[in-house]
């Protein structure tokens, strides 16, 4: 993955478990973007400068990370013990190998079919290019 872009004043706010989000928040005179509830207890949010100090000198906080946008580079090197999938192999037929997986293909005219529980076909990743074209319910 490519490094991230920090997002201005953004922040993922993460807490103890037992401690309550919206309380936290709400003592630090915060109003959360978002509430994470499952695999993280916690709040993304807008912070000012004494937003972000009172909840890092928090006890109910375990970290504070500035949030950021993260994208796969396009071609992903290697490091000197090699790739652990094997990622270098499978993009090149002729040896020796380039030390680097790259990826050009955009998969424009393949069709693929997906069984899943479930799938957000209007995320932006998927750009138009995902439809549910069978629903069971």
Excluded at 6 to 34: D, F, H, K, M
Excluded at 41 to 62: D, I, K, S, T, Y
């Amino acid at each position: 993955m490519a490094r991230g872009k920090a997002l201005s004043n953004r922040y993922l706010v993460v807490l103890n478990p037992e401690s309550n989000p919206r309380s936290v928040a709400a003592i630090a005179g915060v109003q959360p973007t978002y509430l994470y509830e499952s695999a993280l207890n916690g709040f993304a949010a807008e912070l000012n400068a004494g937003q972000l100090n009172a909840l890092r000198h928090n006890p109910n906080v375990a970290y504070v990370e500035q949030d950021q946008v993260v994208s796969v580079a396009a071609t992903q090197d290697m490091d000197e013990t090699g790739d652990p999938w094997g990622l270098d192999r499978i993009d090149q037929r002729a040896l020796p190998l380039s030390q680097t997986f790259s990826y050009n293909a955009t998969g424009k005219g393949v069709t693929a079919y997906i069984i899943d529980t479930g799938i957000l076909t209007t995320h932006w990743d998927f750009d138009g290019r995902a439809a549910n074209v069978y629903d069971t319910d």
